[in-house]
């Protein structure tokens, strides 16, 4: 067991996951923690799987977990939570646009906060994308913030905190990452955003459009809705 294992998805970014790691290591290595760092290849074309290998032989902390066919970002993360051993998860983008110092401001935000907060959300309250993605995600977070009423500014952010039992529980779909606030209400717990910062993208090319981050999120909501209003939260005791 750890104190916390760090995911990270990764699609085709082997001129990424060095300097990444390199940097997560940075943030933590005066943090009083014992840590891991679990990256996982989600059946990448280039050779990030290989750049990955390599950095295992220096990085003892790093674990590479790989998919043998492609599954998307949810299905990543969920294999890298299910691989993980720490009791607290944290997640960043494998694009190096979040920055890992900011896990230790989720860490601290998780240290203030009341117990029943299991999720701590980032909040990029300055996005360095482009206008596009800038605009999609806008609609995207207005109709859903409408439709679920999670409470949330910003579901896309790929820096999160959370404890990992809480979310091995919630329901499984193909970009679920996304509704992650929704979701963690349903179970009945709390949500904490925060604000983090935000890196423009300088190596690589972006993985998401206009199609699959704002039209299929939409489909999306109709689901999440339906979960919600289906759910049944209740204490339990033992007599």
Request: net charge positive; proline share 4%.
């Amino acid at each position: 067991m750890v104190d916390l294992s760090i995911v990270v998805p990764v699609h085709n970014e082997r001129d990424n996951v060095a300097p990444l790691l390199i940097e997560i290591e940075a943030a933590l290595k005066d943090a009083a923690l014992d840590y891991e760092a679990v990256f996982v290849d989600d059946a990448s074309g280039d050779d990030t799987l290989q750049v990955l290998r390599a950095l295992k032989r220096d990085h003892p902390r790093l674990r590479v977990v790989r998919h043998v066919r492609q599954a998307g970002q949810s299905t990543a993360v969920r294999t890298g939570v299910k691989t993980a051993r720490g009791a607290w998860i944290a997640t960043l983008d494998g694009d190096g646009q979040n920055d890992p110092a900011d896990i230790l401001t989720l860490l601290r935000a998780r240290h203030a906060a009341a117990p029943n907060v299991r999720l701590f959300a980032g909040w990029r309250t300055q996005r360095r994308d482009d206008a596009i993605k800038r605009l999609s995600s806008k609609i995207a977070n207005a109709v859903r913030s409408a439709a679920l009423g999670d409470a949330t500014p910003d579901t896309g952010c790929g820096l999160k905190l959370f404890e990992r039992a809480v979310f091995l529980d919630l329901p499984y779909f193909s970009h679920m990452h996304r509704f992650l606030p929704a979701l963690i209400r349903r179970a009945g717990f709390e949500v904490q955003s925060v604000p983090v910062g935000h890196r423009p993208r300088v190596r690589g090319t972006s993985k998401y459009g206009v199609w699959n981050r704002l039209w299929v999120g939409l489909v999306d909501i109709v689901g999440v809705a339906w979960l919600r209003r289906r759910s049944r939260i209740t204490e339990v005791v033992e007599e």
